[in-house]
């Protein structure tokens, strides 16, 4: 089996942690971006362009044996605002992306018998509400679900899939989320372990499942405890906020 592993998305943020995690292990993983440092341009948006970035890998060092998908994009705002051209362009990344890539190393793989592992980035979002990210939680909850019937189907095959589901993340993906003070106090405060994710951290959670080797259509919820309650709302604060907590 090849040992080659591909990180799509690798060019910055966690992507660039699991690519210099894969270093540090002396593992080669080549990186699919269409930023920052990366060695085979592909735009996960463009199915021409993954079948392209495939067969050069291919090409290079045989097919990998090891997917990370973390290419992704965030996103904000009410539903009832929501157009169709950014509907789209969300669930274009973050859901039609990392399927056509999963599907084309799937085939590879299948191709030569081979057995492979996968995992793509989700979020707690798929699973936690938030009512001004209507749009990204859902192309995050439709991506936790194909990332199970992938395990599902693909399994036969000696092909696990699974996903790791970050909460909040110092990356380039907050975009104008404010670098300090008490938006970023309050995320922390609200997160089991008392800080924010770091890429590292999950980089230790996607070579963790990549390692698992009995493991498939597992979500592992990286993310220092954050999603154990709502990260927006607590019911705590909630009360705290109407002056009625610990009543009874």
Same mark, same amino acid.
């Given at each position: 089996?090849?040992?080659?592993?591909?990180?799509?998305?690798?060019?910055?943020?966690?992507?660039?942690?699991?690519?210099?995690?894969?270093?540090?292990?002396?593992?080669?993983?080549?990186?699919?971006?269409?930023?920052?440092?990366?060695?085979?341009?592909?735009?996960?948006?463009?199915?021409?362009?993954?079948?392209?970035?495939?067969?050069?890998?291919?090409?290079?060092?045989?097919?990998?044996?090891?997917?990370?998908?973390?290419?992704?994009?965030?996103?904000?705002?009410?539903?009832?605002?929501?157009?169709?051209?950014?509907?789209?362009?969300?669930?274009?990344?973050?859901?039609?992306?990392?399927?056509?890539?999963?599907?084309?190393?799937?085939?590879?793989?299948?191709?030569?018998?081979?057995?492979?592992?996968?995992?793509?980035?989700?979020?707690?979002?798929?699973?936690?509400?938030?009512?001004?990210? &209507?749009?990204?939680?859902? %192309?995050?909850?439709?991506?936790?679900?194909?990332? *199970?019937? !992938? /395990?599902?189907? @693909? #399994?036969?095959?000696?092909?696990?899939?699974?996903?790791?589901?970050?909460?909040?993340?110092?990356?380039?993906?907050?975009?104008?989320?404010?670098?300090?003070?008490?938006?970023?106090?309050?995320?922390?405060?609200?997160?089991?372990?008392?800080?924010?994710?770091?890429?590292?951290?999950?980089?230790?959670?996607?070579?963790?499942?990549?390692?698992?080797?009995?493991?498939?259509?597992?979500?592992?919820?990286?993310?220092? &405890?954050?999603?154990?309650? %709502?990260?927006?709302?607590?019911?705590?604060?909630? *009360?705290? !906020? /109407?002056?009625? @907590? #610990?009543?009874?």
């Amino acid at each position: 089996m090849s040992d080659t592993a591909v990180v799509v998305g690798g060019g910055s943020g966690i992507g660039a942690a699991v690519a210099l995690a894969y270093a540090q292990a002396g593992r080669n993983a080549l990186v699919w971006d269409i930023a920052g440092a990366h060695d085979i341009e592909c735009d996960v948006r463009d199915a021409e362009a993954i079948d392209k970035a495939l067969a050069e890998t291919i090409e290079r060092d045989g097919v990998p044996s090891e997917l990370t998908i973390t290419a992704g994009v965030g996103h904000s705002g009410l539903l009832l605002d929501e157009s169709v051209a950014e509907w789209d362009r969300v669930f274009a990344i973050n859901t039609r992306g990392p399927l056509l890539v999963m599907r084309a190393v799937a085939k590879a793989l299948i191709n030569e018998g081979k057995s492979g592992s996968i995992v793509v980035t989700s979020s707690v979002s798929a699973r936690l509400v938030d009512r001004a990210m &209507g749009t990204y939680c859902a %192309s995050k909850a439709a991506l936790s679900m194909l990332t *199970q019937v !992938a /395990a599902c189907e @693909w #399994g036969p095959h000696r092909i696990r899939v699974n996903a790791v589901a970050p909460g909040v993340t110092e990356t380039p993906m907050l975009g104008r989320a404010p670098s300090g003070g008490e938006w970023f106090a309050a995320v922390a405060g609200r997160t089991a372990l008392g800080r924010l994710g770091r890429p590292d951290d999950l980089a230790q959670g996607v070579l963790a499942l990549h390692g698992l080797g009995w493991v498939t259509g597992q979500i592992l919820e990286c993310d220092g &405890g954050l999603g154990l309650h %709502s990260p927006i709302d607590a019911y705590g604060e909630s *009360q705290k !906020a /109407a002056g009625t @907590w #610990g009543r009874r």
